[in-house]
């Protein structure tokens, strides 16, 4: 009996593991909340004019991949790091920015509004500006792990900027 529960207790994950899982549990479904909304294949999406530098349709699954991986490292790693209010705040900072950025599809695709998802991306690029800040406050790691994403959110703004000009 002793050898199963010290069996069981060193399976059951740590707090460390509890917070990963967390948060990449968080990640993963608004991860699935913005793809339902994804139609790149709908008559509308394929008659927008976009800019030449926008990358093609399978590329945007190659790039969200490992920065969805980011967010859940950084989101698991600050919250390891964090204590009471601040740990609450940073866990809140990053629920609205996951349900931010799972919104955007929503408005871009299910809406067809390349102009409301364009104010979308524009307070999810000030939700990451606020992110980072916040989680560089008690983890430079993991605020460091958020910069690709920060940095892709922007290109996305600038993309979705072209898209509204050139679709009015």
């Not at 009996?1 to 740590?14: D, F, K, N, T």
């Amino acid at each position: 009996m002793r050898l199963i529960s010290e069996h069981s207790s060193s399976v059951a994950p740590s707090g460390s593991w509890r917070r990963y899982t967390v948060a990449a549990a968080a990640v993963a479904a608004a991860a699935t909340a913005g793809a339902v909304a994804v139609d790149a294949d709908s008559d509308w999406y394929r008659s927008l004019r976009k800019p030449a530098w926008q990358p093609p349709s399978w590329a945007f699954g190659l790039v969200w991949t490992p920065l969805y991986a980011s967010i859940a490292f950084a989101a698991g790693h600050a919250l390891g790091r964090a204590q009471g209010r601040e740990r609450a705040g940073t866990a809140a900072l990053f629920g609205v920015n996951l349900v931010l950025n799972a919104g955007w599809t929503w408005l871009f695709f299910r809406r067809r509004s390349p102009r409301a998802a364009l104010a979308g991306t524009l307070v999810l690029d000030l939700s990451n500006a606020a992110l980072i800040r916040c989680t560089a406050r008690v983890d430079l790691v993991a605020a460091r792990a958020l910069l690709p994403y920060t940095a892709w959110c922007a290109f996305a703004t600038a993309l979705n900027a072209s898209l509204t000009r050139r679709n009015p």
